[in-house]
Each structure stands twice: as structure tokens, then as C-alpha cells.
């Protein structure tokens, strides 16, 4: 039900919907479904942005990062706070305050060493930079360092190895 309600968001009128996925996300709350919250509250933060509804987004983004930490399950923060940005951006934050939520989704994403989920806040950190006139080539601010997180120590401790053989 909370996908097909984000669904219906996503191809039609958002603020309609909202209402099916409260219902649908009470319910996963009494399955005690707890590890998918972060990514159901993402959703939900992502409807109210397009239903223009930023304060009720920001408010839902919190909550879900506070549950998040006190839960230990901080997988899914990276998103968070770039949709914590990109809801930020909507409502017309100060675009440094804007940047530091992207930069955190980066600095989360690179931690986790989850390049996948570099992309996502790299392109909305050079969204904000073209429309603030600080970067002309959005692309190759992209495809310069999408994510290189540090490599793990059994690589470091291999590199000097693999350069002595013949």
C-alpha cells in the first residue's frame, strides 16, 4: 500500500495520496517492521516535497534520522539527508545550509563505502552550484570523483606486494 500510494505520487496528484501511505506506514509499524522505516519515511518526505509541503518533508526527515541513530541502523542516512537538502533547496534555505546537508550525504555515503550512493548528492550538490552560478560544467564536476572511498586496509596491505611482483 505505501509503495502503490508513493507510486500514484509520483504520476499524479501527491497530496492525495498522502493520507493511504499514513495508513500504510501505521500498519508496518504494527508488523514491527523496523529496518525498512528509514526507506518508507523517505518516501514519505519525497510526497510531501512534491506535493510543495517542505516543513511536513523536513519535519519527517528528522524524525526518521533521529529513529535512525537511536536504532543504530544508519544505512539509509545518506539519502535522508540529501532529500533533507533537496527539501531545504524547495523552501529556500540559504544555499550554504543546502550544500552542508549534501556534503553530509557524501561524507555518510563515502563512510558506509556505498558508491552507489554517492551519486544521488553529488548531482544535487551540482544542481545547486550551476543554479547558483558557481560551477559552469555540472558534468564534469559529476564524472570528476563520483565517489572513491578509501580502499579497504586488505588492499592497502596488498598494494605494496602486488608492486614486487614480477
Known amino acids: 500500500m505505501l509503495f502503490r500510494g508513493w507510486a500514484a505520487a509520483l504520476r499524479s496528484d501527491s497530496a492525495r495520496v498522502l493520507g493511504d501511505m499514513r495508513e500504510a506506514l501505521a500498519s508496518a509499524e504494527v508488523a514491527c517492521s523496523p529496518s525498512d522505516f528509514r526507506v518508507y519515511y523517505e518516501m ?15 519535519n519527517t526527515v528528522n524524525e526518521c534520522l533521529a529513529h535512525a541513530e537511536y536504532a543504530g541502523r544508519v544505512y539509509w542516512n545518506a539519502e535522508l539527508h540529501r532529500r533533507r537538502g533537496e527539501l531545504m533547496c524547495a523552501a529556500g534555505a540559504d544555499p550554504s545550509a543546502v550544500t552542508d546537508r549534501f556534503e553530509n550525504a557524501l561524507t555518510d555515503a563515502r563512510a558506509q563505502m556505498r558508491c552507489s550512493s554517492c551519486c544521488a548528492p553529488r548531482t544535487s550538490l551540482a544542481r545547486l552550484r550551476l543554479d547558483e552560478g558557481r560551477v559552469s560544467d555540472p558534468g564534469r564536476m559529476l564524472t570528476r570523483r563520483l565517489c572513491r572511498p578509501p580502499p579497504p586496509p586488505d588492499l592497502r596491505d596488498a598494494r605494496p606486494l602486488l608492486a614486487t611482483t614480477p
Not at 44 to 58: H, I, K, N, T, W
Request: hydrophobic share 40%; net charge negative; no cysteine.
Open 44 to 58: 514519505f518526505a519525497d510526497v510531501y516535497e512534491r506535493a510543495g509541503r517542505f516543513d511536513e518533508g523536513l
